[in-house]
């Protein structure tokens, strides 16, 4: 596996989100490599904005918007990435770090930066069919927690854990 160091990022809010993209390390192979990792996670990010619910639906929208994103990011790519192209980045991309760096952005958008919000909301879910009953009679499962900014209306982090390995407040 291609295994490069994340390039240092420019955290300030003049930066783009393709520059926050660029230091996420590629974890494709390199052979048969068409289209730089950050492309491909733009137009995830820009589709699942836009209603794209499957690899399909991310394929229709890189379709839709290949000539315009060819011409706006200066790029010159002959054909626009398959479902099985986005399939494959999201099995090899390392999206924790993907995660990391998109909430990195989102904050470096926010004047003063998170110091900037008064006031976080978390909110706990368990994520449906993952509830199984233990030897003792208890039962476990796989929860999600999310941080929400409430003036700004947007989720700055979440994260996944099992109930029988750990708790909401320690997640926190």
Request: proline letters at 2%; aromatic letters at 10%.
């Amino acid at each position: 596996m291609h295994q490069s160091a994340a390039p240092a990022v420019d955290f300030s809010a003049d930066a783009d989100l393709i520059t926050f993209l660029k230091a996420i390390p590629d974890g494709r192979y390199r052979r048969g490599v068409r289209y730089p990792q950050w492309y491909l996670l733009l137009l995830a990010v820009l589709g699942i904005l836009s209603d794209s619910r499957s690899s399909r639906d991310l394929e229709a929208f890189a379709k839709r918007h290949h000539e315009v994103l060819n011409q706006a990011l200066g790029l010159n790519l002959k054909r626009w990435p398959t479902d099985a192209t986005f399939l494959y980045l999201f099995n090899k991309a390392h999206l924790h770090r993907f995660g990391e760096v998109l909430q990195a952005w989102m904050i470096s958008q926010i004047r003063d930066g998170a110091a900037g919000l008064d006031q976080l909301v978390c909110d706990g879910k368990t994520l449906k069919g993952s509830a199984i009953e233990t030897e003792d009679g208890n039962h476990r499962f796989v929860a999600q927690v999310t941080v929400y900014a409430r003036a700004l209306g947007v989720a700055l982090a979440q994260k996944s854990y099992d109930t029988h390995a750990s708790s909401e407040r320690a997640v926190l």
